[in-house]
């Protein structure tokens, strides 16, 4: 337990998961736990933490390490958020990043589906909620991939090559993406549908600045945060819920998994391994679609020792 001082108006926690509460004017304060879930999905950022008493939340500090120099900026936790002083007052109009974020198992099938869980998916997926939905606040990650505007982050983009394809990504996700090909193509060796899934690759595609379709929100494409994984041939197979939907409006997502393209489940393990999240599993389905969120395959492993 650490007491503080009455001229003290904050505390600066390096050692977070050392540290579960603190005691301030009398009140016994909680650090949240699952900040320390991002310092792990995270580990070349600094997160200075402290109390503010003024706001009543958790000030964090970020200290971004970048090649082109360093970076510091101040966030509030803002319940799992991470919204920066502005907009705190905004905070209900915006999900967390992690409790709000349901990174399903396996892919939802909709031959169980309940009607009241077709109808909300629907809903969700509407255009007045796409381009009326807040969703995730992307203040967080835009400091992290320095993306607040095309010409910062565009500094970052680095040209690779992945699988034997030339694709744009940030500089965050080279090593990543790295380890990945490398599990790969070793596995290729003795799986042959891994082997089939490299071999029938047709293209992959990285960042690309623009907007999430039919929202007014910026696609993690625009910080070089994601890949799409094309076949050459799709075999009458859907692989994207949109594309889809312009098909069949109203019965999109009852597409029955055995329809859609899914990539061996053993590539999938090897992404996740590594960090990503697969589209796959959103009730939104987009099955090309790998995305860098480390913190969420982290919580959600948090969630199975609970």
Request: proline content about 5%; aromatic content about 14%; hydrophobic content about 40%.
């Given at each position: 337990?650490?007491?503080?001082?009455?001229?003290?108006?904050?505390?600066?926690?390096f050692?977070?998961p050392?540290?579960?509460?603190?005691?301030?004017?009398?009140?016994?304060?909680l650090?949240?736990?699952?900040?320390?879930?991002?310092?792990?999905?995270?580990p070349?950022?600094?997160?200075q933490?402290?109390?503010?008493?003024?706001?009543?939340?958790?000030?964090?500090?970020?200290?971004?390490?970048?090649?082109?120099?360093?970076?510091?900026?101040?966030?509030?936790?803002?319940?799992?958020?991470?919204?920066?002083?502005?907009?705190?007052?905004?905070?209900?109009?915006?999900?967390?990043?992690?409790?709000?974020?349901?990174?399903?198992k396996?892919?939802?099938?909709?031959?169980?589906?309940?009607?009241?869980?077709?109808?909300?998916?629907?809903?969700?997926?509407?255009?007045?909620?796409?381009?009326?939905?807040?969703?995730?606040p992307?203040?967080?990650?835009?400091?992290?991939?320095d993306?607040?505007?095309?010409?910062?982050?565009?500094?970052?983009?680095?040209?690779?090559?992945?699988?034997?394809?030339?694709?744009?990504?940030?500089?965050?996700?080279?090593?990543?993406?790295?380890?990945?090909?490398?599990?790969?193509?070793?596995?290729?060796?003795?799986?042959?549908?891994?082997?089939?899934?490299?071999?029938?690759?047709?293209?992959?595609?990285?960042?690309?600045?623009?907007?999430?379709?039919?929202?007014?929100?910026?696609s993690?494409?625009?910080?070089?945060?994601?890949?799409?994984?094309l076949p050459?041939?799709?075999?009458?197979?859907?692989?994207?819920?949109?594309?889809?939907?312009?098909?069949?409006?109203?019965?999109?997502?009852?597409?029955?998994?055995?329809?859609?393209?899914?990539?061996?489940?053993?590539?999938?393990?090897?992404?996740?391994?590594?960090?990503?999240?697969?589209?796959?599993?959103?009730?939104?389905w987009?099955?090309?679609?790998?995305?860098?969120?480390?913190?969420?395959?982290?919580?959600?492993?948090s969630?199975?020792?609970?």
């Amino acid at each position: 337990m650490i007491l503080f001082k009455k001229t003290f108006r904050s505390l600066l926690v390096f050692f977070l998961p050392l540290i579960f509460s603190v005691s301030l004017y009398g009140q016994n304060i909680l650090i949240p736990p699952d900040i320390s879930i991002f310092q792990k999905a995270y580990p070349d950022v600094i997160f200075q933490i402290s109390y503010s008493a003024q706001h009543q939340d958790w000030k964090i500090t970020l200290h971004l390490p970048f090649e082109t120099g360093t970076k510091k900026t101040v966030l509030f936790w803002a319940g799992g958020r991470f919204l920066p002083e502005h907009e705190l007052k905004n905070k209900n109009d915006y999900w967390t990043v992690i409790y709000d974020y349901h990174y399903n198992k396996l892919p939802a099938d909709p031959a169980a589906m309940t009607k009241e869980q077709k109808e909300a998916l629907k809903k969700f997926s509407s255009d007045e909620n796409r381009k009326t939905n807040a969703g995730t606040p992307m203040f967080f990650f835009n400091d992290i991939y320095d993306s607040y505007r095309k010409s910062t982050v565009e500094k970052h983009i680095k040209k690779i090559t992945f699988l034997g394809f030339r694709l744009n990504i940030h500089e965050r996700l080279v090593k990543p993406l790295s380890v990945v090909e490398k599990q790969l193509q070793r596995e290729a060796k003795t799986d042959a549908d891994v082997a089939k899934f490299i071999a029938e690759i047709k293209s992959v595609d990285g960042y690309n600045w623009r907007e999430i379709a039919g929202t007014s929100r910026k696609s993690f494409h625009s910080l070089g945060a994601c890949i799409d994984i094309l076949p050459k041939n799709l075999r009458g197979k859907a692989i994207f819920w949109s594309w889809t939907k312009d098909l069949n409006p109203d019965g999109w997502m009852l597409t029955p998994l055995k329809d859609r393209w899914i990539p061996p489940e053993k590539v999938i393990n090897i992404f996740e391994e590594n960090g990503f999240i697969w589209g796959g599993k959103w009730g939104i389905w987009d099955n090309m679609h790998f995305e860098y969120h480390p913190e969420i395959i982290l919580k959600e492993k948090s969630k199975t020792k609970q």
